[in-house]
């Protein structure tokens, strides 16, 4: 793995300060980390979230292997219960844009949000020109340049990109995050 200069941005740095501002929203809202679940289960039926569940989100991590990989699907909710832009997650140019509901409509089920981020996922690394494998290449070069582990199996990474393209797996957020600075869009890219 590369060495890590310290202002380097890393996932790990992503992840705890995307931690920071959902519990900063939370607070804002005057919710406890259950009142967070029972809303988010309220506005999405069929998701399984529990208080642990958003603890360990809010909770900083020193280590990456320390870190809990939630799926995309779950942490959107979560945004979109606390009316928060997909940008304040993450954001490749660093800016933040106001909340906008129209985003999150392909929130309503896990199912309809794996689907349409595999047709923008095809979209986009057809627009880029980007193969599974080129992809595959540059995710893995990106997820090292951060500080990521992950496989050096290159047929598995490979795998998981066809995986999320047909809309068969919810990708957790780290790959999400690599997908967006390898492709060089916005997360709101893949809902809109």
């Known amino acids: ?8 941005e890393t996932f790990l740095k992503i992840y705890n300060q995307s931690g920071e501002t959902f519990k900063k929203r939370r ?14 289960k309220n506005i999405f039926p069929d998701i399984s979230v529990t208080q642990s569940d958003v603890s360990e989100w809010e909770h900083e991590c020193e280590y990456e292997n320390a870190i809990v990989h939630p799926r995309a699907y779950k ?27 129209q ?13 349409k981020l595999g047709e923008k996922l095809k979209s986009i690394m057809i627009e880029k020109g980007f193969s599974n494998s080129s992809l595959a290449d540059s995710f893995y070069k990106e997820a090292n340049k951060m500080g990521i582990l992950i496989t050096d199996d290159f047929d598995s ?21 690599l997908l ?13």
Request: net charge positive.
């Open 1 to 8: 793995m590369a060495r890590i200069e310290e202002n380097q």
């Open 27 to 40: 607070k804002q809202k005057g919710w406890t980390q259950r009142q967070l679940c029972n809303a988010m």
């Open 75 to 101: 942490i959107l909710c979560m945004a979109f219960t606390l009316g928060m832009h997909p940008s304040e997650i993450y954001s490749i140019k660093g800016t933040r844009k106001p909340f906008s509901p």
């Open 103 to 115: 985003l999150y409509e392909s929130l309503n089920s896990e199912e309809k949000f794996k689907h």
């Open 157 to 177: 990474i490979i795998k998981d990109i066809q995986r999320y393209r047909n809309g068969r797996r919810n990708l957790p957020l780290y790959y999400l995050i």
């Open 180 to 192: 967006c600075k390898v492709l060089d869009v916005e997360i709101s890219d893949f809902l809109s």
